[in-house]
T-cell receptor, first 117, second 114 residues
Framework: AQKVTQAQTEISVVEKEDVTLDCVYE???????LFWYKQPPSGELVFLIRRNSFDEQNEISGRYSWNFQKSTSSFNFTITASQVVDSAVYFCALSVVTQGGSEKLVFGKGTKLTVNP | ETGVTQTPRHLVMGMTNKKSLKCEQHLGHNAMYWYKQSAKKPLELMFV???????ENNSVPSRFSPECPNSSHLFLHLHTLQPEDSALYLC?????????????FGNGTRLTVT
């Protein structure tokens, strides 16, 4: 079964702290893609990153970094020097091909991050 | 224009009402999706349209009826809903054929069924 687990339901930090959001996935596919999305209070999910299963290099984008470990089926997301604007719900997702042949995303339940001033 | 626009932003309806949610994408994508987001549950895929044909229907009750008249517009027609259908309904689009292209989401319609 395809599944994404985000064990942390809510995290609260103080501004400038580093914070890591965990994501563990399950899939039998050898080729797959993983995503992170951010959902601010406005409701729209904002795409942050896509990583394919053959590329285990860590990625850094400004204060954001992602650690993909195939051996542990994890794709963790770290925010360095957090800011109040980082407060949002963050979703990890796994792409799957449906029986109908289309692609769809399986989402985790999300981690609500609150950054306090 | 934002990429994916959903209207209305908020909707309150009784169980006997009929209403429709509208989604429009300005990104030139050829696939559109409806997702349901309930409290404390993962986002659930409801429907997928690719090139205006429905390619996925995830065992959604018939009181939800999607319509995709063209590649830029997607509707979700609602009738005789139940209170447990109250949720945030998110529309998304992507470019099928570009494997695993990211989904672009709208702001959602917050639906309350009374």
């Amino acid at each position: 079964a395809q599944k994404v687990t985000q064990a942390q339901t809510e995290i609260s930090v103080v501004e400038k702290e580093d914070v890591t959001l965990d994501c563990v996935y399950e899939t039998r596919d050898t080729t797959y893609y993983l995503f992170w999305y951010k959902q601010p209070p406005s409701g729209e999910l904002v795409f942050l990153i896509r990583r394919n299963s053959f590329d285990e290099q860590n990625e850094i984008s400004g204060r954001y970094s992602w650690n993909f470990q195939k051996s542990t089926s994890s794709f963790n997301f770290t925010i360095t020097a957090s800011q109040v604007v980082d407060s949002a719900v963050y979703f990890c997702a796994l792409s799957v091909v449906t029986q109908g042949g289309s692609e769809k995303l399986v989402f985790g339940k999300g981690t609500k991050l609150t950054v306090n001033p | 224009e934002t990429g994916v626009t959903q209207t209305p932003r908020h909707l309150v309806m009784g169980m006997t009402n009929k209403k429709s949610l509208k989604c429009e994408q300005h990104l030139g994508h050829n696939a559109m999706y409806w997702y349901k987001q309930s409290a404390k549950k993962p986002l659930e895929l409801m429907f997928v349209y690719s090139l205006e044909e429905r390619v996925e229907n995830n065992s959604v009750p018939s009181r939800f009826s999607p319509e995709c008249p063209n590649s830029s517009h997607l509707f979700l027609h609602l009738h005789t809903l139940q209170p447990e259908d109250s949720a945030l309904y998110l529309c998304a689009s992507s470019q099928e054929g570009h494997y695993n292209s990211p989904l672009h989401f709208g702001n959602g319609t917050r639906l309350t069924v009374t």
